[in-house]
T-cell receptor, first 111, second 114 residues
Framework: KQEVTQIPAALSVPEGENLVLNCSFT??????LQWFRQDPGKGLTSLLLIQSSQREQTSGRLNASLDKSSGRSTLYIAASQPGDSATYLCAVLNYGQNFVFGPGTRLSVLP | DTEVTQTPKHLVMGMTNKKSLKCEQH?????MYWYKQKAKKPPELMFV???????INESVPSRFSPECPNSSLLNLHLHALQPEDSALYLCASSLVFLGANVLTFGAGSRLTVL
């Protein structure tokens, strides 16, 4: 059974810092991995989707990488802003299964 | 249209009430999902519909009854709920079930059971 963990659980940084969020999964036979952002009490917004054959995806200040063999993905946020404050979740899709979500990383970017 | 729309945004109900949550998408997605999310926890899958047929029921109590009237609509009927059912209920859709495609979420319906 796929298990997904995220480190750190919470992170507080000053504005302007570059930061890395980590996602680990136990079963490397994944179809794809998706990163989401969730503001308090709101739905999830898709940030990036990485297919199993890809190594990374970029969107603006966000870059997500995937290393299937080691069961890891990282989300890199460049030049963080207070508006980036949210919870970031990764979700993994295995063949023949549903998306499994990690517990999330709560990010706070201080002005 | 690239959105999943959920109504109502907030719902307060007593344990004897019957209410429904509604979800709509016009992206041509053929898979639709209901998730339940408690505070500071990840979403938990409840139901999956694929081509309007129930494909997954994650052992959800019968007081939650899903319905998919057509490919664009997904309902969740609520009856005799318990206070512990209070949560954020999220609807999502994807092009197909178990495919290599993006999962798109709605903004959620915040449910409070008194």
């Amino acid at each position: 059974k796929q298990e997904v963990t995220q480190i750190p659980a919470a992170l507080s940084v000053p504005e302007g810092e570059n930061l890395v969020l980590n996602c680990s999964f136990t079963d490397s036979a994944i179809y794809n991995l998706q990163w989401f952002r969730q503001d308090p009490g709101k739905g999830l917004t898709s940030l990036l989707l990485i297919q199993s054959s890809q190594r990374e995806q970029t969107s603006g200040r966000l870059n997500a990488s995937l290393d299937k063999s080691s069961g890891r993905s990282t989300l890199y946020i460049a030049a963080s802003q207070p508006g980036d404050s949210a919870t970031y979740l990764c979700a993994v899709l295995n063949y023949g299964q549903n998306f499994v979500f990690g517990p999330g990383t709560r990010l706070s970017v201080l002005p | 249209d690239t959105e999943v729309t959920q109504t109502p945004k907030h719902l307060v109900m007593g344990m004897t009430n019957k209410k429904s949550l509604k979800c709509e998408q016009h992206m041509g997605h053929r898979a639709m999902y209901w998730y339940k999310q408690k505070a500071k926890k990840p979403p938990e899958l409840m139901f999956v519909y694929s081509y309007e047929k129930l494909s997954i029921n994650e052992s959800v109590p019968s007081r939650f009854s899903p319905e998919c009237p057509n490919s664009s609509l997904l309902n969740l009927h609520l009856h005799a709920l318990q206070p512990e059912d209070s949560a954020l209920y999220l609807c999502a859709s994807s092009l197909v079930f178990l495919g290599a495609n993006v999962l798109t979420f709605g903004a959620g319906s915040r449910l409070t059971v008194l």
